[in-house]
């Protein structure tokens, strides 16, 4: 399957700009389906964004984000051609990762 | 909206009460009566394609009253589905020559 | 409930409104499809100068400007993504009998969503490119897929995403039965329906820009051309089958099963009087 994760870094110089769309269906646990029965909770609980080694963003997510959450930010430094390295890990303990190029 | 319909129909009720203590509760009898006549009307309805989802809605309704054994309740709620499944048959009948008067032309 | 009940007496006022407004003409009745779809367009120019007419197919994004920097910013990310990159690896994938859905279209299926639907002079009725693609699989030994999501939806977002920019050709061959199925589509477009006694151009017509509730309604021209969409309402894909029985069932109406004749047909009036607007779909909308 094609990777749930879609980022796009591009660099401006002094900063990178970083956006990222994630395919997840970050269930609550308090939606019910059309049966009336609760749905279980599964949602993303750890985000990352790893550049050169380092970690230059990350988010402790909760049943509150949206399904197929985006995310956008910056950060200082980056290089065109370098890699950013992006993973998540959810609650049912599931994961993945993904390299892209900065732009 | 169901707060509306249930004060209505518990005013009915207080009507039904106050005004002929003498007259019957309404027995499984008469609810099978109306609910045959609910279900023909959305029939209908379901002839000419429009039916209404609360017509639907209201049939179920009766159906529940009726096995928790309150026939007032259920005539009543067989009466309104009657009527809705009606209207919604005027509705696509009157329709049929309405619908021109909202063209764009 | 309690804006349940607001919703219906707009409805109400709406309708009064309509009843005073429109002019009780009875005369023309000829069907005149060409006519139809000029009026149609000049009703939405009038209605909005500023919007240019290749913009209405941005729904209400080319009526609120707030919504279109929103959407712009989306459209970096759009999140149909998922579902067109779906489509695009389901598309090329074969059957198990060899064959794929290239093989059931035109041009092998890239750049031709501007024609669907089309009236099949064969069987006497309008096909939909939904209908189109499930029979495509019925053909070749494989089950149809649900009308309204998912497959469906990614599907169909890759067959418009090939076709974006290509003006909608929607033709009516010379045959009564296609008229009629015009005539129809038409009919359905502008009758009341469901408890709310609401017709699908109560809102797309009259209304648009409007909101009802949080949203801003699309205007009806162009409306089609958007389709398949990401609706975060729905927090996923839909396809046109979808939107017309989700408006059907909004209105309290019981809805029909997708692609039956009512629905096609709404489609074929729809995309004709839309003709020339170029596909902008797969869309995304609040």
């Known amino acids: 399957m094609a990777s749930t994760i879609r980022v796009r870094a591009t660099s401006s110089g002094e900063t990178t700009e970083v956006q990222a769309l994630i395919q997840h269906p970050m269930d609550s646990g308090f939606i019910k389906d059309a049966k009336g029965e609760t749905i279980p909770p599964h949602f993303i609980q750890q985000l990352t964004f790893e550049y050169d080694g380092k970690v230059v963003f990350a988010a402790d997510w909760g049943g509150g984000v949206s399904k197929d959450p985006y995310v956008k930010f910056a950060f200082k430094g980056g290089k065109k051609g370098d890699d950013l390295k992006v993973s998540w890990v959810d609650s049912k303990g599931k994961t993945d990762t993904t390299t892209a190029k900065i732009l | 909206m169901n707060r509306i319909r249930t004060s209505l129909l518990s005013l009915a009720s207080v009507l039904l009460i106050a005004?002929?203590?003498?007259?019957?509760?309404?027995?499984?009898?008469?609810?099978?009566?109306?609910?045959?006549?609910?279900e023909a009307a959305n029939k209908q309805a379901a002839g000419v394609r429009n039916q209404w989802t609360t017509t639907a809605a209201t049939i179920n309704a009766a159906k529940k009253a009726a096995e928790a054994g309150d026939f007032d309740k259920a005539v009543a709620s067989a009466n309104e589905a009657e009527a809705l499944a009606k209207a919604s048959i005027f509705q696509a009948t009157s329709e049929k020559k309405l619908w021109k008067d909202m063209e764009i032309r | 409930m309690r804006p349940a009940i607001r919703f219906a007496s707009i409805g109400l006022a709406l309708a009064a409104l309509a009843y005073a407004a429109a002019p009780s003409a009875t005369a023309a009745d000829a069907v005149d499809p060409v006519a139809d779809a000029k009026a149609?367009?000049?009703?939405?120019?009038?209605?909005?100068?500023?919007?240019?007419?290749?913009?209405?197919?941005?729904?209400?994004?080319?009526?609120?400007?707030?919504?279109?920097?929103?959407?712009q910013e989306k459209e970096q990310f759009p999140p149909y993504e998922f579902s067109l990159e779906l489509g695009k690896e389901m598309f090329s994938k074969p059957f198990k009998n060899g064959k794929s859905y290239g093989d059931c279209f035109p041009n092998k299926g890239i750049g031709i969503r501007q024609n669907y639907p089309y009236f099949d002079e064969k069987e006497g009725k309008v096909i939909t490119l939904e209908l189109a693609l499930n029979r495509c699989r019925e053909a070749n030994g494989e089950p149809p897929f649900s009308y309204v999501?998912?497959?469906?939806?990614?599907?169909?977002?890759?067959?418009?995403?090939?076709?974006?920019?290509?003006?909608?050709?929607?033709?009516?061959?010379?045959?009564?039965?296609?008229l009629a199925a015009y005539e129809n589509g038409k009919e359905y477009f502008y009758t009341r329906r469901g408890q709310l006694n609401f017709s699908c151009a109560t809102c797309h017509v009259q209304s648009p820009g409007e909101r009802i509730r949080a949203e801003v309604l699309a205007p009806a021209l162009g409306i089609l051309n958007a389709m398949p969409i990401y609706r975060s309402e729905w927090s996923g894909m839909g396809t046109t089958s979808r939107r017309f029985t989700s408006c059907n069932s909004q209105i309290r109406g019981v809805p029909f099963s997708p692609q039956d004749d009512e629905y096609r047909n709404v489609e074929y009036?729809?995309?004709?009087?839309?003709?020339?607007?170029?596909?902008s779909g797969p869309g995304a909308r609040p």
């Open chain 3, 40 to 71: 149609f367009k000049k009703y939405f120019t009038d209605k909005f100068p500023k919007v240019k007419l290749e913009d209405f197919v941005n729904g209400p994004y080319s009526m609120d400007e707030g919504l279109h920097q929103q959407w």
């Open chain 2, 19 to 38: 005004g002929a203590t003498s007259a019957l509760a309404a027995s499984e009898a008469d609810y099978k009566a109306a609910l045959a006549a609910a």
């Open chain 3, 269 to 279: 009036y729809l995309s004709f009087v839309s003709n020339g607007l170029p596909i």
């Open chain 3, 149 to 178: 999501k998912d497959e469906m939806a990614a599907l169909t977002a890759y067959m418009a995403f090939t076709s974006r920019g290509k003006p909608f050709d929607i033709k009516i061959p010379n045959d009564p039965r296609a």
